[in-house]
């Protein structure tokens, strides 16, 4: 088990940060990743889910952890409830290290769907571990459907729309430019072609 203590002394911080949640298609040679995304008139416009550091947040993995909770589930965590959670996921080594990103600007975190279940399980349960498994299909379809009925309000309601896509097939997609360089680095480190 990792020290969370220890942890902080090292972890990156005064960072962007973003979390995308990644998962290995079984017989495959491909993963499928979570992708939020706006419309522009006509047009969708994905992106990894992720922001800007914020002078509250402790590291680069609290901002990428607030900026996902914000944009997936349209909740604003305290900073107690963050710096819990962050320390749940870091002491159940729930990240995929050896995907994470760093550049000089920010920083790009891999997870599994057990972090996205251990997330929603925070946020609607209050539980710091999996009480319940998340139907994500079901999810993703009330999330998207309630999301087009909100108004963007201080940082919530941002993402109008949340996808799956194959990791291999994200490029055909109109990417923000960010995106699409983190998501080339994260094929690379994979071998998806």
């Known amino acids: 088990m990792i020290d969370y203590n220890e942890w902080l ?3 990156p911080k005064k960072l962007n940060a973003g979390l995308t949640i990644i998962k290995k298609i079984k017989n495959k040679p491909d993963y499928i990743i979570l ?3 706006n419309y522009t008139g006509e047009t969708k416009k994905y992106e990894m889910l992720g922001g800007r550091y914020e002078h509250t947040d402790k590291t680069a993995l609290h901002t990428g952890i607030r900026e996902f909770t914000e944009e997936l589930f349209n909740i604003k965590l305290d900073l107690t409830k963050l710096d819990k959670l962050v320390e749940q996921i870091i002491i159940n080594t729930h990240l995929i290290d050896d995907l994470t990103h760093k550049s000089d600007t920010s920083v790009s975190y891999y997870a599994g769907f057990k972090t996205l279940e251990l997330i929603y399980n925070y946020v609607y349960n209050n539980q710091y571990k999996i009480v319940q498994p998340l139907d994500f299909a079901q999810f993703m379809e009330k999330r998207n ?3 087009n009925q909100q108004i963007q309000s201080n940082g ?7 996808s799956v896509v194959y990791l291999s097939k994200a490029h055909m997609l109109p990417l923000r430019k960010f995106s699409y360089n983190q998501l080339t680095i994260l094929k690379s480190k994979l071998g998806v072609i």
């Open 9 to 11: 002394k090292h972890a």
């Open 35 to 37: 992708l939020g995304g």
């Open 145 to 147: 459907w309630k999301q």
């Open 156 to 162: 919530l309601y941002e993402i109008q729309f949340i």
